[in-house]
């Protein structure tokens, strides 16, 4: 039981280049949850799915998209990274109203 | 609006010493309030609180929710420097499409030295 796994741990981008943070858990959960969390700031919502198929936005979504492919899976794309989109980033899934989260992303834009 | 709001933003103490964190909340059909500990890495959970004056206890952790006065402590007694952390209050939200958003506070920053 992995739980939520995130790729990659690390990545470095310049400007205007896009990528994809990928996300899964084996927890069978019908919820995932994107996040950012810069220092002071603590955790911003960026989005959030209830279940496949279905994608809302949070608090900080400008910027990003996703997809929730299936259950199992809910990446997270920059289209045009921006270096205001250094961050850590962390995917969570939700089960029995506690939230369990991914290792985490490192994202620096240069 | 809906808030999470923790003090103090940060604290510096001594092994052996007794800490007490806040959480205050305003937060639309309260349900729950969670308290995490996030070290150099992602957040671990440690409680969820639904019920007032019901402490919750994990060795020297314990928690305790008042829904009247819309807060929660979290002590830590004898704490020790493997306590140094960042902990993070969380209270769920109702979102759209029948899930729940979580509001996160910005956090606590204890350090303890040795």
């Known amino acids: 039981n992995a739980g939520v796994t995130q790729t990659p741990k690390f990545q470095v981008l310049k400007t205007g280049q896009s990528m994809t943070l990928q996300c899964a858990q084996d927890m069978n959960h019908n919820s995932m949850y994107w996040y950012r969390q810069d220092p002071g700031m603590g955790l911003r919502l960026i989005y959030y799915?209830?279940?496949?198929?279905?994608?809302d936005k949070g608090e900080v979504p400008n910027g990003y998209n996703v997809s929730r492919l299936n259950k199992r899976e809910f990446s997270l794309r920059l289209e045009s990274a921006a270096p205001s989109q250094t961050s850590v980033y962390f995917c969570?899934?939700?089960?029995?109203?506690?939230?369990?989260f991914g290792p985490g992303t490192r994202l620096t834009v240069l | 609006e809906d808030k999470v709001v923790q003090s103090p933003l940060s604290l510096v103490v001594h092994e052996g010493d007794t800490v007490t964190l806040n959480c205050s909340y305003e937060?639309?059909?309260?349900?729950?309030l969670l308290w995490y500990k996030q070290e150099k890495k992602a957040p671990t959970f440690l409680f969820m609180l639904?019920?007032?004056?019901i402490e919750k206890k994990s060795g020297r952790l314990s928690s305790i929710l008042d829904k009247k006065e819309l807060f929660s402590i979290l002590n830590i007694t004898a704490t020790q420097t493997g306590d140094s952390a960042v902990y993070l209050c969380a209270v769920p939200h109702s979102g759209t499409s029948g899930t729940y958003k979580y509001i996160f506070g910005t956090g606590t920053r204890l350090k303890v030295l040795a």
């Open positions: 799915s209830a279940s496949e198929g279905t994608t």
């Open positions: 937060v639309t059909n309260f349900r729950s």
């Open positions: 639904t019920s007032s004056g």
């Open positions: 969570a899934s939700r089960g029995s109203d506690t939230q369990y």
